[in-house]
């Protein structure tokens, strides 16, 4: 038995680098990209944010996306007074991802653990390392199994205080970041599509050798 993750279109994420480096100074950056839905944790970054900027006072948190807790985040933003440090852009297309991801200096998937995020393989996660975004994660499962594996960001519980020291950890030392981005697009360029057509490729001529030998 074979198994292949979903793949990410490496050379397309991979863009944010080049356009990152155009940008000249900006504050340093969390993004979230994806579904605003409470199951996805998207209030977790917002509840830490108060503590975060105690400790990084120009942190900023961009959120890319809608859903049916939209609504509910922005409420919960404005409840905590985090006023300009806290963007929504509405919904990003696709193709225009990596300009986005170019602001940004770490990726979200802060999830809620549950049966879904258990099974799931959260292709977001690879699409922020190919950008060059270290990665902070909750939930378990395979987005647990591919910070472990990559060593490309921290996976935390699903708490504002483990959020706070993550996202303070990485945006002030500079060595730890840049150490987690190599690692987060070395990682992501195993998981392009085109490695894992090669490793589908090996496999189905290892394969036809054992018949041929039979």
Same mark, same amino acid.
């Given at each position: 038995?074979?198994?292949?993750?979903?793949?990410?279109?490496?050379?397309?994420?991979?863009?944010?680098? %080049?356009?990152?480096?155009?940008?000249?100074?900006?504050? /340093?950056?969390?993004?979230?990209?994806?579904?605003?839905?409470?199951?996805?944790?998207?209030? #977790? /970054?917002?509840? =830490?944010?108060?503590? #975060?900027? +105690?400790?990084?006072?120009? =942190?900023?948190?961009?959120?890319?996306?809608?859903?049916?807790?939209?609504?509910?985040?922005? =409420?919960?933003?404005?409840?905590?007074?985090?006023?300009?440090?806290?963007?929504?852009?509405?919904?990003?297309?696709?193709?225009?991802? /990596?300009?986005?991801?170019?602001?940004? *200096?770490?990726?979200?998937?802060?999830? %809620?653990?549950?049966?879904?995020? !258990?099974?799931?393989?959260?292709?977001?996660?690879?699409?922020?390392?190919? $950008?060059?975004?270290?990665?902070?994660?909750?939930?378990?499962?395979?987005?647990?199994?591919?910070?472990?594996?990559?060593?490309?960001?921290?996976?935390?519980?699903?708490?504002?205080?483990?959020?706070?020291?993550?996202?303070?950890?990485?945006?002030?030392?500079? +060595?730890?970041?840049?150490?987690? %981005? %190599? $690692?987060?697009?070395?990682?992501? !360029?195993?998981?392009?599509?085109?490695?894992?057509?090669?490793?589908?490729?090996?496999?189905?001529? !290892? #394969?036809? *050798?054992?018949?041929?030998? =039979?």
């Amino acid at each position: 038995v074979l198994y292949l993750p979903n793949g990410v279109n490496f050379e397309q994420f991979n863009e944010a680098i %080049r356009y990152r480096e155009k940008l000249g100074t900006r504050p /340093p950056t969390l993004l979230y990209s994806g579904t605003l839905d409470l199951r996805w944790g998207v209030d #977790l /970054p917002l509840r =830490a944010m108060p503590s #975060l900027l +105690e400790q990084v006072p120009d =942190a900023f948190l961009l959120i890319a996306g809608t859903g049916p807790a939209e609504g509910k985040l922005k =409420a919960l933003s404005q409840s905590l007074g985090l006023g300009k440090s806290v963007q929504f852009l509405g919904m990003i297309p696709y193709k225009d991802l /990596p300009q986005v991801m170019a602001r940004a *200096d770490v990726g979200l998937a802060t999830s %809620r653990e549950d049966i879904f995020r !258990h099974f799931a393989s959260p292709l977001k996660i690879v699409e922020y390392m190919a $950008a060059g975004l270290p990665v902070i994660c909750s939930g378990g499962g395979e987005a647990e199994l591919m910070i472990n594996e990559s060593g490309g960001g921290k996976n935390i519980p699903f708490l504002p205080g483990a959020f706070t020291q993550a996202a303070q950890s990485l945006l002030t030392r500079q +060595e730890e970041l840049t150490a987690c %981005r %190599r $690692a987060a697009i070395s990682y992501a !360029h195993s998981r392009s599509w085109q490695r894992l057509g090669e490793q589908l490729a090996e496999f189905l001529v !290892h #394969l036809t *050798d054992q018949a041929a030998r =039979a």
